[in-house]
């Protein structure tokens, strides 16, 4: 497709399994960020992948939170774990170069019941 | 740390009218400024990208401007429709390696026919 895509669109689990959110950046775009959403917390960045280079974790919220991006294209990321706290929805984004405009998924979202 | 506010939380409006949108940035030293819109249960869809070194940019109905020494960006959305009901966020990039985006917490649009 010609946009970002995320996968499962809707995720609902049980507090203390692990879940894995995946995210389809746009063909060619080097750049890929993961973003949550939350009532409380508004929109904050997560992880930031660049290239083959390391990514930035900076955000992410605790050590249960990991990501990954294989062959420089499709993400992953993992919760471990899950809290209620962790229910929220998950944005990924693209970018075609470090600087670029960001192009958003629909994101998926997560019910920790 | 970058804090990114946005005024008025939420507005209500009727069809027809000329509205304006702000945004204020605490560090000025950002690289750009981004608006996007949100719909219900959706993604964000990028509106106007803005440089750190331009004032201003216009797409449709829709002008953006920046002043960066005053941290400080405004949305303007000329001669409103209801299509236009969303959430309107606003979102900066620092000016260094990485370009993750710092969000406001949107400002929620009704325009009622």
């Known amino acids: 497709g010609a946009g970002v895509s995320q996968s499962p669109s809707n995720k609902v689990t049980e507090k203390g399994k692990d879940v894995e959110l995946r995210c389809d950046p746009i063909?060619?775009?080097?750049?890929l960020y993961w973003y949550r959403q939350s009532l409380g917390q508004g929109l904050e960045f997560l992880i930031y992948?660049?290239?083959?280079?390391?990514?930035?974790k900076s955000g992410l919220p605790s050590d249960r939170f990991s990501a990954e991006r294989t062959g420089g294209s499709v993400s992953t990321l993992t919760i471990q774990r899950t809290q209620q706290e962790d229910s929220a929805v998950y944005l990924c984004?693209?970018?075609?170069?470090?600087?670029?405009?960001?192009?958003f998924g629909p994101g998926t979202r997560l019910t920790v019941t | 740390k970058q804090e990114v506010t946005q005024i008025p939380a939420a507005l209500s409006v009727p069809e027809g009218e000329n509205l304006v949108l702000n945004c204020s940035f605490t560090?000025?030293?950002?690289?750009?400024l981004q608006w996007f819109r949100q719909d219900p249960g959706k993604g964000l869809t990028s509106l106007l990208l803005?440089?750190?070194?331009?004032r201003e940019q216009t797409s449709g109905r829709l002008n953006a401007s920046l002043d960066k020494s005053s941290g400080r960006s405004t949305l303007y959305i000329a001669a409103s429709q209801p299509g236009d009901s969303a959430t309107y966020l606003c979102a900066v990039s620092p000016n260094n390696a990485g370009n993750m985006l710092t969000f406001g917490g949107g400002t929620r649009l009704m325009v009622k026919p």
């Open positions: 984004a693209s970018s075609l170069a470090q600087a670029g405009q960001q192009y």
């Open positions: 063909s060619g775009h080097t750049a």
């Open positions: 992948f660049q290239g083959n280079s390391a990514p930035d």
């Open positions: 803005i440089q750190s070194s331009q």
């Open positions: 560090d000025s030293a950002i690289y750009n």
